[in-house]
């Protein structure tokens, strides 16, 4: 069965630091890859994807994604975290061209000041 | 903004009575995904929907859940004879349903919080 694991439950930084949020997927298929963020008591907003094509993906706030076949990783990465990134993200695939999203469990970031 | 919809926002519900979450699709969106966040636990997938179809309903429970997306109105998903663990935050998703697309980005709803007393 398909998995997406994400290493860290919670991560804390300071504002202006660097983040890396880690992102595994388990499948022998193709998958299609997202990010999602949830700010406290909202839905879920679209950061990135990896569809096809170009394995680094950018997001309009400076965050980016690397899909990474061989170690089956898209990891989050931001260089320089602000106050407002604060808040829960989510993994998640779609395999095979198939509906169902399959989320990881959560990274929940706490940027502090 | 026209949106994923969803209502009620939050919802309080006895044991036993029946819940109907509501949610309409971006305009111009034709399939529509169901999704449970239990709490301290990611988000599962319930059910897929397009217009008067279910497409894959592989992560609905067996009992006591049913969805349906009419061809007018929004979809419904309806938990009957709640109990406590139906606790939970319910999103939807909608997407556009475009013939021949690789695969569909999925865009979410706020979510309906429903509480079981």
Redesign the interface.
């Known amino acids: 069965a398909q998995s997406v694991t994400q290493l860290d439950s919670q991560v804390p930084v300071f504002e202006e630091a660097p983040v890396e949020l880690r992102c595994n997927y388990s499948s022998s298929v193709s998958v299609y890859l997202f990010w999602y963020v949830q700010y406290p008591n909202q839905g879920l907003q679209l950061l990135l994807k990896y569809l096809s094509g170009s394995t680094l993906v950018e997001s309009i706030n400076g965050f980016e994604a690397e899909f990474n076949k061989s170690q089956t990783s898209f990891h989050l990465r931001k260089p320089s975290v602000h106050i407002s990134d604060t808040a829960e993200y989510f993994c998640a695939v779609i395999v095979n061209q198939g509906g169902k999203l399959i989320f990881g469990q959560g990274t929940e970031l706490s940027v502090k000041p | 903004n026209a949106g ?1 919809m ?1 209502n009620p926002r939050h919802l309080v519900r006895r044991r036993g009575q029946e819940a109907r979450l509501r949610c309409s699709p971006m305009k111009g969106h034709s ?1 529509v ?1 169901w ?1 449970r966040q239990l709490p301290e ?5 319930m059910v ?1 929907l397009q217009k008067e179809n279910i ?2 309903e ?2 609905m429970p067996k009992e006591r859940f049913s969805a349906e997306f009419p061809k007018e109105g929004p979809s419904i998903l309806r938990i009957q004879q709640v109990v406590r663990g139906d606790s939970a935050a319910y ?1 939807c ?1 909608s997407s556009p349903g475009i013939s021949g697309a ?2 569909e ?7 309906t919080r429903l509480l079981v007393l």
């Not at chain 2, 636990?41 to 997938?45: A, I, M, R, S, V």
């Not at chain 2, 980005?105 to 979510?111: A, D, L, R, V």
């Open positions: 994923v969803q399939h995904y999704y636990e990611g988000l599962k997938f897929y497409i894959d592989s992560g999103f998703a690789l695969v980005t999925q865009y979410f709803g706020p979510g």
